[in-house]
């Protein structure tokens, strides 16, 4: 993919980051709403958490989402850091892609199954911790970016210092 230019890696970048803080808050939102439900012995409240969740589930967790995926994915192959050339983007790649399947194919199931019955089980508390835990580790290596170059990323290292090794003993410039 053809690098973006400054102005469109930036709008971006913060179109990325905005998403994903608010998937970070959905799910704490979700947790919140999945531990009153959960614990409270009161009918209505039970039955007012499971819609709120179902309203978040339905129209928030898909969108934001596949938005935090798709614009991930395109700072990744736009961008120097590439996609599989750094640990922590690839890390940070298959996390998001896997809680974006498990959110669709997991969790809204579950949210709609609970606003039905209008009984909440564990697993409406499980899901969004396990989410939120794993949004905050991505998160911390978003911003640490720990554990160096992959096998790819070493490689083309290696080529393009021995490109430049090359053309700095050439007397001939290069275009």
Do not use: C, E
């Not at 120097?80 to 998001?96: I, N, Q």
């Not at 896997?98 to 579950?110: A, D, E, H, V, Y």
């Not at 905050?136 to 210092?161: C, D, N």
């Amino acid at each position: 993919m053809k690098p973006l230019k400054r102005p469109v890696r930036r709008g971006l970048l913060v179109a990325h980051v905005a998403v994903s803080v608010s998937w970070l808050g959905l799910t704490v939102g979700l947790l919140a709403l999945g531990i009153t439900a959960f614990t409270t012995k009161d009918p209505a409240t039970v039955g007012a958490a499971t819609r709120a969740m179902k309203i978040f589930g339905d129209w928030l967790v898909v969108p934001v989402a596949l938005l935090a995926l798709v614009t991930g994915l395109v700072l990744a192959l736009g961008t120097p850091w590439g996609l599989a050339r750094h640990r922590w983007v690839w890390t940070k790649f298959w996390l998001t892609l896997i809680t974006t399947g498990l959110s669709i194919f997991s969790l809204r199931p579950g949210i709609d199954a609970a606003a039905a019955d209008g009984a909440v089980d564990i697993n409406l508390v499980i899901a969004p911790s396990v989410a939120t835990a794993t949004y905050l580790f991505v998160t911390a290596i978003s911003i640490l970016k720990p554990w160096g170059l992959t096998r790819r990323g070493r490689q083309l290292r290696f080529s393009a210092s021995s490109a430049k090794s090359v053309d700095a003993r050439s007397p001939r410039q290069t275009a």
